[in-house]
């Protein structure tokens, strides 16, 4: 049986390495090795999977420093049929890769806007002058520097690997703790999937809206876990893009949408919110360190 | 007396037609002129309010289809000094700029992220194989368009009028309610400021982190207001930038912190929250039409 996987690519960004990272864990625990698709964008990686072309998706939801990845969080909400499955949680490295041979030189850093941002201290310290390029990815920026010894890309040390750049400077993270959640996604149980859905997941996706001119509506449905204990992991607004001043709540809770109690608390606030969509129950999956 | 404004330039961009509503209104109702300066990114037009060398920044805080500006809440939440004074909302519209004759011969467009995310569904129906290319401002790209018939940009129609481009495809936002609100920031209170600080200002912004490993924290914050029925209009939550699921609450609330009633919730916020800080009163600025 063959799963398809699509991810942010080319090689050497970080989704890679997460598919990578999943890949490594469907084979030791289901003994299945999915067949890995790049694409150009994150929208269109999770796309592939909601138009049903690509069985899942591991897409970044969240890094520790830049927040939420939006166009997954708003892709999830107007999709009538993804479904999260697992989360992992990779560290990242940022390295500075380049040609030239001293930070003096350069003219234009490129990345992706997660990378750049990640970096953003640093980048005012050590190189305030450069013009900063946001790409798709954190490796599309690579394909520039051979032929431009003034310029450099943010990408990962695997990446500097892989397309043989030298790392100008290391590490340039701005926060020690950098990592970044992703999610496994696919469209609702096919055959395939069955098998490996985490009935047992440990934590829970949902997000709702709220009824208009309702004030004290979020505290209502906050308090719904409140009061059951239920420790609510993460809680994110996005605009309803209908009016300004109106939001979707995304959250993530402990616990699974078959244990009695969440259930329970599911049908509270069902009535108290104008939609609400449970993406799924998922675990989270230890990273294997082996790369 | 002399104002200095910063905001993200060049001329054209949404943030300088912000900072002249801005300014029209300062001019009438305040007998002031201040001086426009164009900042190349909106991460330098707050910054150099912060370090002292602007008097007041007029940024982009929220748009009703693509959320907040994250670089804005970061930077209030870790300068010591920044105040929000004054809310404006404007609507945004957004053309399709370039010398090329039809959509067809179209081989890239720039935006800024914003500009691009604001449209994803009309360029995914017109111009599904195009690059798009992300730039810091909506007016970035269009230095490119003279040379390259096959380039557009996605940008304002008074950018259009002022850098004479013709606008191959008028209004392809994907809302019908697009508008972005802009906050007037400044640093503290100085000479200038102190005749036009909105003392009576009609909401309040604040933000807040909560102690590490305490459930439930959130829910008993947000009941500090609902139990006084303060009306929240705003909840965001941004990462503590310290370790992952650790969170900062951007809040704004209809009130002003001189009421008796705010500033009791905001002792027993403070008695709840591991770091608070309020970033002041502020109105909600008429636009005038005339421009």
Redesign the interface.
Same mark, same amino acid.
């Given at each position: 049986m063959k799963l398809t996987l699509a991810y942010l690519g080319p090689i050497g960004t970080n989704s890679e390495t997460a598919a990578l990272a999943y890949s490594t864990w469907l084979s030791n625990n289901q003994q299945l090795t999915p067949t890995l698709c790049a694409y150009p964008s994150i929208?269109q990686a999770i796309q592939s999977v909601a138009n049903g072309n690509i069985d899942q998706a591991v897409v970044p939801i !969240?890094? $520790?420093? *830049? =927040?939420s990845v939006?166009?997954v969080l708003d892709t999830l909400w107007q999709s009538t049929n993804l479904q999260v499955y697992q989360e992992l949680?990779l560290p990242i490295a940022h390295g500075l890769l380049s040609f030239g041979e001293s930070l003096e030189q350069l003219k234009t850093v490129y990345s992706h &806007?997660q990378g750049l941002?990640q970096c953003?201290k640093w980048l005012e310290n050590f190189l305030p002058q450069v013009q900063l390029v &946001?790409t798709?990815s954190t490796t599309e920026g690579i394909k520039y520097l051979e032929d431009d010894h003034t310029a450099a890309a943010i990408s990962s040390p695997r990446a500097a690997e892989i397309y043989k750049v030298p790392i100008l400077a290391a590490d340039i993270k701005? @926060?020690p703790?950098n990592?970044t %959640?992703f999610w496994i996604v696919s469209s609702g149980i096919n055959d395939k999937l069955r098998e490996i859905e985490p009935i047992q997941g440990s934590h829970l996706a949902l997000a709702f809206s709220l009824p208009r001119n309702a &004030? =004290?509506a979020?505290?209502k449905a906050? *308090?719904i876990?409140?009061c059951r204990?239920i420790?609510? @992991?993460?809680? !994110? $607004? %996005?605009?309803s893009? %209908? @009016?300004? =001043?109106e939001?979707i709540f995304f959250i993530d809770l402990e616990g699974n949408s078959h244990d009695l109690q969440i259930r329970d608390a599911l049908a509270d606030l069902s009535a108290c919110t104008e939609v609400l969509k449970v993406f799924g129950n998922y675990n989270l999956l230890p990273i294997s360190e082996s790369r």
């Open positions: 929208a !969240e890094n $520790s420093i *830049e =927040g939006t166009v949680t &806007p941002a953003q &946001p798709k701005d @926060s703790d990592c %959640r &004030p =004290g979020l505290v906050l *308090e876990f409140a204990n420790n609510l @992991s993460k809680i !994110e $607004s %996005r605009p893009k %209908r @009016s300004l =001043g939001y």
